[in-house]
């Protein structure tokens, strides 16, 4: 059971245009949503999050979008730059009972061409 | 300095084998977690370290054992692996685990180590 979704496996995007990654999430106590960007043979790096008390967070060419209502959040990179190609994770977590969830979405691979 | 470092990079181990993991960051953080990618699927969350305590297990077999013996060293033991547990394990550390509804701590990432059981 997915609770954290990325529908699109691979995106690609013209040099200078706007890449938009969405994601998806099914429990409601999640209350913090994080994106990361992923090399070959590197870990993951943290690029931004969100609270679920914001509906929006900007850093640089950065965007995070969050709808609470469809359980949905996105990330807009603009203008998308060929060393943005790499494949990007969000992630979800939550604190509930003592119990904590960080989950990590399936990653959607994202191709800049020059 | 960002940086968690993992020893070694790559490990092949046969099933009858003991092998370590190591993990190390130097960033001050107290919380210090283990993760397990297998290719094309997301990191699963394995283990939390906080204040150099377990803190979360995520339901991980007993083949599998954590340690860590100072706040800047996190350690996996492997022992009796099974083939399937081929995958990339990731270290990654922040400054603490949320309590409550604090504000969220980053997780940095080290590069993982690639292990493959025969």
């Known amino acids: 059971d997915q609770q954290v979704k990325q529908n699109s496996p691979s995106l690609s995007v013209q040099e200078g245009r706007i890449s938009i990654l969405n994601c998806d999430y099914t429990n409601s106590m999640f209350d913090y949503f994080l994106w990361y960007k992923k090399y070959p043979a590197e870990g993951p790096t943290f690029l931004i999050s969100i609270s679920s008390i914001k509906d929006k967070n900007e850093d640089g060419r950065f965007t995070v979008f969050l709808n609470k209502s469809a359980k949905h959040l996105s990330l807009h990179i603009v203008p998308s730059q060929p060393g943005d190609s790499a494949v990007y994770f969000c992630?979800?977590?939550?604190?509930?009972?003592?119990?904590?969830?960080?989950?990590f979405g399936t990653g959607t691979r994202l191709k800049v061409l020059a | 300095d960002t940086e968690v470092t993992q020893t070694p990079k790559h490990l092949v181990m046969g099933m009858t084998n003991k092998k370590s993991l190591k993990c190390e960051q130097h960033m001050g953080h107290r919380a210090m977690y283990w993760y397990k990618q297998k290719a094309k699927k997301p990191p699963e969350l394995m283990f939390v370290?906080?204040?150099?305590?377990?803190?979360i297990n995520e339901s991980v077999p007993s083949r599998f054992s954590p340690e860590c013996p100072n706040s800047s060293l996190l350690n996996l033991h492997l022992h009796a692996l099974q083939p399937e547990d081929s995958a990339l394990y990731l270290c990654?550390?922040?400054?603490?685990?949320?309590?409550?509804?604090?504000?969220?701590?980053?997780?940095?990432f080290g590069p993982g180590t690639r292990l493959l059981v025969l």
């Open positions: 992630a979800a977590s939550a604190i509930s009972s003592g119990t904590y969830k960080y989950i």
């Open positions: 990654a550390s922040s400054q603490a685990i949320p309590r409550g509804r604090e504000k969220q701590e980053t997780q940095y």
């Open positions: 370290y906080s204040y150099e305590k377990l803190s």
